[in-house]
């Protein structure tokens, strides 16, 4: 018997599925944990090329040209903004390649740091956009419901909010639209008074929502001693497996940060550990845990294809 777990995306024309949204929620939350720890606290150039390279490749595997089109638009410019700016105020280092119009030299280490800092930067935003698309709010639920009920609810409600309010926003658009109180009607002050318009009806459906939505949870008991609550959540082998193997390669990641493996220092001369048996082992590591989401998502697809060639 075949044991089918594909969370679905998108159908229509191309298939966008994620196997690994399918995992039990403590293995979607221990990933996720891991990985944008390490991206914010491993500045080795190595280790924010291999986290880059592995939270774009999710991000688009699981959105398609939609993540692709917002990395151009939005995260390469933020890209190029924030490795500019801090060559423009920090100026240690002792390679000059020029001096600013201010006077402050222009060094090739500032250079560097900026564009490693920026780096780090999409790299965070990138995988907090597939932590939003992975964690849903049933998961955040399940996983502290019991433990802290009241931020666990409100968690729950920030993740779902802004794909709501997108389409709440739509509806109320086009109902204004009927009967001309669009932002696209009238001239300049005309549009402005319609946006702030929709703007309002908008803030007052979401107060009003999040208010029937904490009554509803404190009419059902939400959060009281000894209340059940069903969950189609269950820890298998599978999800045993993905918990040995994320724990084995952030012990060897978080063993070899130990001993100095990630060892780099952009100031006042670049310098750090980049060859050796220690340093290589550590950085395959590293990339085996970022990419085991785009690993599992490859073997089912592989799996998939190979039952439809059978059919």
Known sequence: MIDIQKTVRRVGGSEYSDTFASFHPFINLLFFVAVIGFAMFFTHPVCLAISMMNAYSYSIYMNGKKALRFSLLYMLPMLIMTALLNPAFNHQGQTILTYLPTGNPLTLESVIYGFSAAVMLITVFAWFSCFNEVMSGDK???????????????????????????????????????????????GLLRKMRHGVKILSIMVTWALENAIETADSMKGRGYGLPGRTAFSIFRFDKRDAFALSYILICSGVVMGGAALGAYRFRYFPTIRGEWTGAPAILVFAAYFALGAFPLIMNLHEDIIWKSIASKT
């Open 140 to 186: 955040f639920v399940y996983l502290f419901g019991r433990i802290i009920p009241a931020l666990s609810l409100i968690l729950s409600m920030a993740l779902r909010f802004v794909p709501r309010f997108r389409a709440q926003i739509g509806v109320i658009s086009n109902a204004q639209k009927c009967i001309g109180r669009d932002v696209s009607d009238g």
